[in-house]
């Protein structure tokens, strides 16, 4: 079965950092894309960013390019997502999810949330 467990979200003030994981299990890693989502409270939910693990092409949403970066390691099946300037709208539910192929695209497979708070 196809797994996706996003971890490491929290309580972090205004400008500071925080590190989420993605462990993936159940498919070819290789094969596909992992992405970063989140639904904040009212709102839709956006797409952050994303990775190709075949070949390390990467998107970001302007709402997080220059703060966000998402990194990948192939042998450990895990997708990392490091957040930092944290802002107080960047308060939401974090999902982390998979398609295989590229980036572009809806994703497949999704995992359960982790929740990141910011204070101001």
């Known amino acids: 079965d196809v797994q996706l467990q996003a971890s490491g979200g929290g309580l972090v003030q205004a400008g500071g950092s925080l590190r989420l994981s993605c462990a993936a299990s159940?498919?070819?890693?290789?094969?596909?894309?992992i992405g970063w989502l989140r639904q904040a409270p009212g709102k839709e939910r956006e797409g952050m960013s994303c990775?190709?693990?075949?070949?390390?092409?990467?998107y970001y949403a302007d709402s997080v390019k220059g703060r966000f970066t998402i990194s990948s390691d192939n042998a450990k099946n895990m997708v990392y997502l490091q957040m930092s300037s944290l802002k107080p709208e960047d308060t939401a539910v974090y999902y982390c999810?998979?398609?295989?192929?590229?980036?572009?695209?809806?994703?497949?497979?999704w995992g359960k949330g982790t929740l990141v708070t910011v204070s101001s």
């Open positions: 999810a998979a398609r295989r192929g590229y980036c572009s695209g809806r994703m497949t497979y």
């Open positions: 159940g498919f070819t890693f290789d094969d596909y894309a």
């Open positions: 990775i190709s693990s075949s070949d390390g092409s990467t």
